[in-house]
Each structure stands twice: as structure tokens, then as C-alpha cells.
């Protein structure tokens, strides 16, 4: 027999009537008067149909006590088969976290090498103020490479945060990137000025998804709504300066040969056969 609560209750319910009826015969009110004496005053014939009833109820409620045994054991089984997997998954995220740690570390001991060679190089001492502002550069860029910056998209007169996500989210789609990662903050940067579109720089879970996002940017164009939007990443104003000069170097040779797809990638002019080109400005 299958266990259920509905049966549990069914055979509960069967054997509260039977009592009722005997309640009734002998002319009682609850069990506590169903005395030795007081059944002694009942006919044979009901008696028996009685215990006949109960003995079948007695049965059927063992059935259902064993049944309800065999699922609780089961269902021990597998919560214990449940915890054993919950515990390897927890296993596999703590060796997967260790590896990210170590990665993510030698990654900023290598950045933080790199800036102190580079003050090494020029005849800089390495002084403990040079190690500090190292550590505060890489700190910088880290939080930087989670940027994605909007430049071009036209300004309401009244925005809310919930707003600007939902335009970003639908700008970021428009690229290809499906679906757009979870966008945690956004806002508007610099003084709002009459007639001017102050740029949007929205915050994303990590830096692989911004960069994935540049490397589609150029699909934008393809649509009427956002063909004077650009994308860019979160730059320092001494690297919107660099920037600046590598545009203006690119235009210069678009110029001088205008055959070719110029792109700027890790502050680099790059060029590419423009049937091929996937890269970003």
C-alpha cells in the first residue's frame, strides 16, 4: 500500500465513526466511560460487527504505519544522497574560489611588478610611497575594468536609477550580448549642462563581461536609436588624455590610407582588413 496523508486521515476518520457508533449504543460520550460494565450492556450481534470493523481499520492503519516507514527511509536516503552532493558542489566552489584567489593574486603581484619596474626603469627610487601608490593603481584599475562608460545617449530632463538600467540593459542587448549581465549601479557623470548628454557609466560583475561587450559595441550602429552612441571603458583622466592622442594619430592615418579598419585595443592603434574587422574604437 502507498502512503499518503489523505489515507492516513481516511482510516483516522473511518475509525473515529466506528467509535461513534459504539459510543452510541452503549450509550456513552467518550472513552474514558467505555468500561468493562458499560460494553457488557451491548448485544452480541453489534459487538461483533463492531470489533469486526475495528480489527479491519487496526490492519489497514498497520499498513499505512509500514508504508510511511519505507518513505521515511527513502526520503532519508535521499536527503543523506542530497547533503553528499550539497557538500561536493561546496567542495568544487571552494577549490574554484582558491584558484580564482591565486590567479586574481598573481595577476595584481604582476601589475604591481610591473608599475615598480617601470619607476625602477626611469631612475625612480623604490621607496615605500612608490609601492603604495602602485597597490592604489592596480586597486584603481581593478575597479575600473567593471566599468562600461555611455557616451551620446540623449538625456531626459528627469531620470531615475531603475530607468537608466532598464535603457542600458536595452543598449547592451543591441550589441548581441544576450542575455545583458546584471547591471548593479548606473548613473549620469558631471555637471548637467542645457543641451548636452552627460555620459552613463554603469557598473557590471566583472571585467570579461565589459570587454565582451566592447568587442560588439559596433553592432550599435545597426540600429536608428543608438547609432550616435558609443561605448568605452571606465578610463583615468591621465588615460582619456592618452586616449585623446591615439584618436587623433588614428585619424591621421585613416587619412593617409583610408583602405584599411583602424581600431584602438589595450592602447594600441591596431589595423585590420575591413571585410574581416571585429575589433572596437
Not at 69 to 88: M, N, S
Request: hydrophobic letters at 35%; one cysteine or more; a positive charge.
Amino acid at each position: 500500500m502507498d502512503f499518503s496523508i489523505d489515507q492516513l486521515n481516511a482510516v483516522e476518520k473511518e475509525m473515529q465513526s466506528e467509535l461513534q457508533k459504539i459510543f452510541k449504543t452503549a450509550n456513552i460520550s467518550c472513552s474514558s466511560e467505555a468500561t468493562e460494565s458499560a460494553l457488557m450492556k451491548l448485544n452480541k450481534n453489534p459487538l461483533v460487527k463492531f470489533v469486526n470493523s475495528l480489527l479491519h481499520l487496526v490492519e489497514k492503519n498497520v499498513e499505512l504505519c509500514k508504508s510511511a516507514a519505507g518513505t521515511i527511509d527513502q526520503l532519508k536516503t535521499e536527503k543523506i544522497a542530497d547533503q553528499k552532493l550539497l557538500i561536493e558542489i561546496q567542495k568544487g566552489q571552494i577549490n574554484s574560489v582558491q584558484e580564482t584567489v591565486k590567479s586574481e593574486m598573481k595577476s595584481w603581484a604582476d601589475v604591481v611588478k610591473k608599475n615598480t619596474s617601470q619607476a625602477h626603469r626611469i631612475g625612480k627610487p623604490l621607496t615605500e610611497k612608490s609601492i603604495k601608490q602602485a597597490v592604489r593603481t592596480v586597486n584603481e584599475e581593478k575597479r575600473r575594468s567593471k566599468n562600461l562608460m555611455i557616451y551620446g545617449f540623449k538625456e531626459a530632463d528627469r531620470e531615475d536609477v531603475y530607468e537608466i538600467k532598464k535603457k542600458m540593459k536595452d543598449i547592451i542587448e543591441s550589441t548581441g550580448v544576450i542575455p545583458a549581465p546584471r547591471i548593479y549601479e548606473a548613473s549620469r557623470i558631471g555637471t548637467k549642462e542645457q543641451g548636452k548628454n552627460r555620459p552613463i557609466k554603469i557598473e557590471l560583475e566583472s571585467a570579461s563581461k565589459v570587454d565582451s561587450i566592447l568587442m560588439q559595441a559596433r553592432n550599435l550602429k545597426d540600429f536608428t536609436d543608438y547609432e550616435h552612441v558609443y561605448l568605452g571603458p571606465d578610463r583615468t583622466k591621465e588615460d582619456q588624455l592618452e586616449h585623446k592622442k591615439l584618436v587623433a594619430e588614428m585619424k591621421k592615418m585613416i587619412s593617409r590610407d583610408p583602405s584599411k579598419h583602424y581600431f584602438i585595443r589595450q592602447r594600441k592603434i591596431c589595423t585590420a582588413d575591413k571585410t574581416t574587422a571585429m575589433g572596437v574604437v
